[in-house]
């Protein structure tokens, strides 16, 4: 099945993934961007790139009255995309929007899958992407806006500074590994961690390109097969990185004293959450099968990271 495809934020990490991936099935891509990414850009040959900014009412209305388009792919969506998706691309048989499994937490059950509770407020759950799920759902139910959810888990890969047990992606937490020097760590050694490898994540976008009715209302988990605990995750790292660096665990609270650019919110909050889920959905509906595991990713990340000159 051949699509015309309208893929926003073609020129991010998994958009232009996506729209890579989508080229080489054999659909016609248009790729928008507002050319603000300073991340490293896949290979977007055959891709028709368009500059414009999918915020801007005037530029949405034109870009739907030029363009011939089947589906669209919002890969960064925020809630006004909704309305403006609706209003100026009315001839989109499928919507795809990326969200998170971010909406998820705290999980209830492990491995959590699509039925988990997600719509309510947690002190750690991304919450704002919970009320533009919400709305996109809500108006599937309502009138049949052809909206899918695809929440990836932490993403991993080329082109993506690592996690690392900090909380956030700091490549000095990988630069003192390199370098042997100690390091202190949240007692988080049993934490269980899921990522997914963003070459995987964006191959669910194109796979649901090919099944456009079995997809529409429905939120798909994307993610590698299988969680790893952080302790596995910080012995890939220093396997890779041929480290002997003294590592010691610590409370969060103290850590935060030893680094104090570490903060609980957004940061240590979210790490020391279990991560774990179920993908078995996307590998039924979708086809999916991600080739990476957590720890292939991680040395895939690292790896980009040694090339770059980033370690």
């Not at 891509?29 to 290979?43: A, F």
């Not at 660096?245 to 570490?262: A, G, H, K």
């Amino acid at each position: 099945m051949t699509r015309k495809v309208i893929v926003f934020g073609a020129s991010g990490e998994i958009g232009g993934r996506i729209a890579r991936l989508a080229v080489d099935a054999g659909h016609r891509v248009y790729g928008v961007t507002r050319g603000q990414n300073k991340r490293e850009m896949v290979d977007l040959a055959g891709v028709e790139m368009i500059h414009g900014d999918k915020n801007d009412p005037e530029f949405m209305n034109s870009l739907g009255r030029r363009l011939q388009y089947d589906a669209v792919i919002d890969s960064v969506p925020n809630i006004g995309t909704i309305d403006l998706i609706r209003k100026y691309l009315p001839a989109a048989e499928n919507v795809f929007f990326c969200s998170s499994t971010g909406t998820f937490v705290p999980l209830q059950y492990m491995p959590a899958d699509e039925l988990h509770p997600w719509r309510e407020e947690t002190p750690v759950n991304f919450y704002s992407q919970c009320c533009r799920d919400g709305a996109a759902l809500d108006l599937y139910a309502q009138d049949g806006f052809p909206i899918t959810i695809f929440r990836p888990t932490n993403i991993i890969g080329p082109g993506r500074m690592p996690l690392e047990l900090w909380g956030g992606r700091d490549i000095n937490f990988y630069r003192r590994l390199k370098a042997n020097e100690p390091i202190s760590i949240p007692t988080c050694e049993q934490i269980l961690l899921q990522s997914g490898y963003n070459w995987d994540l964006a191959s669910a976008f194109v796979l649901g390109l090919a099944k456009p009715d079995a997809v529409r209302g429905e939120v798909f988990i994307i993610s590698c097969k299988r969680a790893v605990t952080l302790g596995a995750y910080l012995k890939t790292a220093m396997d890779f990185l041929g480290s002997s660096s003294e590592v010691t665990s610590v409370p969060p609270e103290d850590l935060m004293r030893i680094y104090p650019e570490v903060t609980w919110k957004n940061r240590l909050g979210f790490l020391m959450e279990h991560m774990c889920f179920d993908i078995s959905k996307a590998e039924r509906v979708l086809g999916y099968a991600p080739q990476k595991t957590t720890p292939q990713g991680l040395v895939a990340a690292l790896q980009w990271c040694l090339d770059s000159g980033l370690l």
